[in-house]
Structures are given as structure tokens and as C-alpha cells.
């Protein structure tokens, strides 16, 4: 399927999105996020596609936020739109996919660009990248969960700061507060995405499917977590997978795991 605002491949079992519009820092207007909505839905239905890593085209962003220019006119109204279609279609939506997804963040990550990246199970960064929320500097505040995820990954204080004071930190700082899990010199945030995508598509994409559900329930209002982690366990014991990753150590060999 072709694209107007990404690209989208697949090599060897990883799918790599490229938010496309390097002209305007590849800011998300209404169509990206739908095309990436589209993108991510058949990556995570296709039964080849064991890895998805989101980056942004050119070398100077990843995304710097969403397109201000749709959103300048906005009433209340259309601006809590706005946030909620967001939220259900791209961001929530990439957070709970059941196939891996990393962040290569290759530049500016701000607004819904970082929330983006946030959204992803998890973030490597390029040197030149500058992540942060500048929403309270145009009258909003960020609406595509960056007011939750950016506590939940680098601390309440942390978070509260980064929020009030709308500045940027660089690659370094978001690696010290764990909002990145590596940095990398420009120009290789992807083969660092690729070689950790090549470690997670060696397990089983099953077993990685119910960890992602049993991680995520450790942030959801009002559910256990701990219930959800037994389930997800226990419903392991019924799959080929398992038979095959069990069955592998005990020939000691290596495992070839059948499905997705
Ligand atoms: N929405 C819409 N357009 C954006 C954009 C955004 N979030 N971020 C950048 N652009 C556009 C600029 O308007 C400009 O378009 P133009 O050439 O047609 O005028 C183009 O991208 C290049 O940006 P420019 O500002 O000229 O680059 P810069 O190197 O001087 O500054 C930034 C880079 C990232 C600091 C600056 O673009 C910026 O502050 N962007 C907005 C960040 C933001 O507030 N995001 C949160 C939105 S909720």
C-alpha cells in the first residue's frame, strides 16, 4: 500500500515506518496519523512482520509535534476531539499492538512527536536528538498522553519540569532520566533499532505478545496486573511456541519458533 505523509518496508521481519514530511519536521497533521494508523494495523496483522520501528525522514526530526497549523483555530470542543481520536487510533493504539515496537528518534521530538515516541514500547535516540513538551508555550497542554507516559517513564518531578518549563533536553539527559534506553552517533539510530529488533525477533513472538499486555496493565487504572501476568502465563502453556522453546533447550538447540 502506498502513502502520501510515510514510507513503509519491510526487510527480514522488521517493518520500518518513515513519517514522511521532512519539509514541516514531519509534524503530524490528521492525514499522517491516519496513514500511520493504516500502516501499523497491516504490520501488526502480517504474519511476516516481527518488529515495527517508527523514525522520522531527514536528519533533522523524528517529529516536532503536531501540525499547529490544523489545530490554530480549534474550539474546546474540537480541540477534546482532537486529543481523544488521537489517542484511540495512534497513540494508545501503538502502545497496546501486540508486535514490538521501537522509536528511533533522529532529531527533534517535541509535543506529540515525543509523544509519539513515548507511545512505542521503547525509545533509542540519535546524538542530535532534542526531546520535550512545549505545549504550555502555545496555551495547551500536550493531549496525546504526555501528561501520563512522560511520569511513567522519567518521574513525576522529572516530567512536572520538562511540562512547566516547555524546554528541550538532549539525547544525553533523556538517556540519564530513562526516556531513551540507548543513544547512538546520527546516522545509525536506525541500525541500533534494527540490531536490538533482531535480538527480540529470536523469542517468541507470542510470549512476547502477553508480556506486552501483562507490562501495560501495570499502568492501567483500577486493573491487577499481577492477575493479568497469570493469565497471559498460564495461556503461554497452550501454545506451539512454548512446546517448541521448551522442547529446543532440552535438545539443546536452538529454538524456531512457528507463530506470530
Ligand atoms: N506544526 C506545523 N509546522 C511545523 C511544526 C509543527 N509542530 N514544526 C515545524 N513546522 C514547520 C515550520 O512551520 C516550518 O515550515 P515553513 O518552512 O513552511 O515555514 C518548517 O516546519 C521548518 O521549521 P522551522 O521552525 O523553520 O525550523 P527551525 O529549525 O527554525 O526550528 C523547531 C525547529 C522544532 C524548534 C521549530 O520548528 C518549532 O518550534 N516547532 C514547533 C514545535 C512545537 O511546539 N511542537 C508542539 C506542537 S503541539
Not at 546524538?127 to 518521574?155: C, D, F, H, W
Request: hydrophobic share 40%; charged share 25%.
Amino acid at each position: 500500500m502506498s502513502y502520501k505523509n510515510i514510507l513503509s518496508t519491510v526487510n527480514n521481519g522488521i517493518a520500518t515506518i518513515t513519517i514522511n514530511r521532512p519539509d514541516k519536521l514531519n509534524a503530524l497533521n490528521k492525514d499522517t496519523i491516519e496513514e500511520l494508523h493504516e500502516a501499523l494495523n497491516d504490520c501488526n496483522k502480517s504474519k511476516e512482520t516481527k518488529v515495527i520501528i517508527i523514525t522520522g525522514s531527514g536528519e533533522k526530526a523524528f517529529v516536532a509535534g503536531a501540525d499547529i497549523s490544523e489545530f490554530a483555530h480549534f474550539d474546546e470542543k474540537n480541540g477534546g476531539k482532537l486529543a481523544a481520536k488521537g489517542q484511540e487510533i495512534l497513540f494508545d493504539f501503538i502502545e497496546q499492538l501486540s508486535t514490538p515496537v521501537i522509536a528511533a528518534v533522529n532529531g527533534f521530538a517535541l509535543g506529540g512527536g515525543l509523544e509519539l515516541a513515548m507511545a512505542c514500547h521503547f525509545r533509542v535516540a540519535s546524538l542530535n536528538a532534542k526531546m520535550g513538551l512545549p505545549e504550555v508555550s502555545l496555551g495547551v497542554i500536550p493531549g496525546y498522553g504526555g501528561t501520563q507516559r512522560l511520569p511513567q517513564l522519567v518521574g513525576k518531578g522529572r516530567a512536572m519540569e520538562m511540562i512547566m518549563t516547555a524546554g528541550m533536553i538532549d539525547a544525553n539527559q533523556a538517556l540519564e532520566y530513562g526516556l531513551v534506553n540507548h543513544v547512538t552517533a546520527g546516522g545509525e539510530v536506525i541500525a541500533l533499532a534494527e540490531k536490538l529488533a533482531g535480538k527480540i525477533m529470536r523469542n517468541s513472538s507470542v510470549a512476547i505478545k502477553g508480556a506486552i499486555k501483562a507490562v501495560n496493565a501495570n499502568f492501567k487504572d483500577g486493573v491487577d496486573g499481577y492477575k493479568i501476568e497469570i493469565k497471559q502465563f498460564g495461556k503461554c502453556f497452550g501454545t506451539e511456541d512454548f512446546k517448541e522453546g521448551t522442547t529446543a533447550f532440552l535438545e539443546k538447540r536452538k529454538a524456531d519458533f512457528p507463530g506470530k
